[in-house]
């Protein structure tokens, strides 16, 4: 069937996951699994990227600034501060740098475990360590660029009122420039996190490179761009109401539920099911997408000759049975 005739469906595919979802949790429950896949999702929940909040307390900014610098002033680390906040940085540009690499390792890690149903690391650490690597070096270089284009905004903005302790001056310019970047950051990561959604499937399914599953990515989201970001927007809206409720169950637990490792076992079925959902949706565009098409992690098998009478093997193309069909 040509590709622009395909039907994709958006709705459908979120009943399939969570179909899916309780095969994989609950079809047997059993704890060890549970506590390994939820290992896998802490993974691939580190390059998810950070969210810092901060108060500066009592009075207007200036205030806060100068009453910082003059305690560093008249401590004994005053001299030190600069090469202190250079090192800080450093250390947290390199975190990061080490979460990302986890966390491109750990998708495909997770939606391994999801595709065939087990709950293994290692095995997958060592398969998929050449998608990992690629997709994290693309993750970097987006990261990096998207750096590079905020840095010297909020260098010229924020600078002078860290370094001498004036206030930001937040004119007209200022302010339409500040809104227009932020719509301007938004758009492109919500583009960038549709077009991550089908790279993982892509470079899972085909082994290929992370440039190729870009392109790829690029051409299917351009043939149907009105489906894909309706599907967007459906996640969206999903991801947000499970991660309000996500929210009120660490309120009430005294944010015991909010520790790392630990959430990512509590809230395992909403990252199961989120997950398998994307999985779901990319492979109504094709075989080339399907991620149940992956050929296994066993060793090659020889060919066998006709005269020894045995059955050929399974077509590759024929999903398992705990997956429903594509609709076509």
């Given amino acids: 069937m040509p590709e622009d005739a395909r039907k994709i469906e958006i709705f459908k595919p979120f009943g399939e ?23 896998a999702a802490f993974l691939a929940s580190l390059a998810g990227g950070f969210h810092f909040n901060f108060n500066t307390g ?16 008249n401590s004994a680390i005053g001299d030190w501060l600069l090469p202190i906040i250079i090192v800080a940085v450093v250390l947290g540009l390199l975190l990061g740098v080490l979460f990302l690499w986890l966390g491109s390792r750990g998708r495909f890690i997770f939606t391994d475990c999801i595709v065939r149903n087990r709950a293994a690391i290692g095995e997958s650490w060592k398969e998929f360590r050449a998608e990992g690597n690629r997709f994290f070096v693309l993750n970097l270089l987006f990261g990096l660029v998207l750096l590079l284009c905020l840095a010297p905004f909020f260098l010229t903005l924020f600078w002078p009122a860290l370094w001498r302790g004036e206030d930001p001056q937040f004119g007209v310019g200022q302010i339409v420039a500040m809104v227009f970047g932020g719509l301007l950051v938004l758009f492109v990561t919500c583009l960038w996190g549709l077009l991550r ?87 109504q565009f094709g075989p080339d997408a399907d991620v149940w098409l992956s050929p296994r992690a066993l060793p090659p098998v020889p060919p066998r000759l ?20 594509v609709q076509s």
Avoid at 252 to 262: Q, S
Avoid at 268 to 279: F, I, Q, R
Avoid at 306 to 325: I, N, W
């Fill in 197 to 283: 959604t089908f790279m993982v499937p892509l470079m899972y399914r085909q082994r290929c490179q992370a440039a190729t599953a870009l392109r790829e990515a690029i051409g299917l989201v351009r043939g149907r761009p009105g489906v894909c970001v309706l599907y967007f927007l459906f996640y969206l809206v999903i991801a947000v109401a499970t991660g309000i409720g996500m929210f009120l169950l660490m309120c009430a637990t005294c944010c015991i539920t909010a520790i790392p490792y630990v959430s990512s076992v509590v809230f395992l079925p909403v990252s199961v099911t989120l997950t398998a959902l994307g999985l779901l949706f990319v492979r």
């Fill in 306 to 325: 006709p005269s020894e009478g045995l059955p050929p093997p399974a077509d590759e193309g024929t999903p398992p049975p705990d997956v429903p069909p």
């Fill in 17 to 39: 996951a969570y179909e899916l979802m309780k095969k994989i949790l609950f079809r047997p429950f059993d704890l060890g699994k549970w506590c390994v896949i939820g290992f």
């Fill in 58 to 73: 009592r009075g207007d900014f200036k205030t806060s600034i100068h009453t910082m610098r003059n305690d560093v002033s």
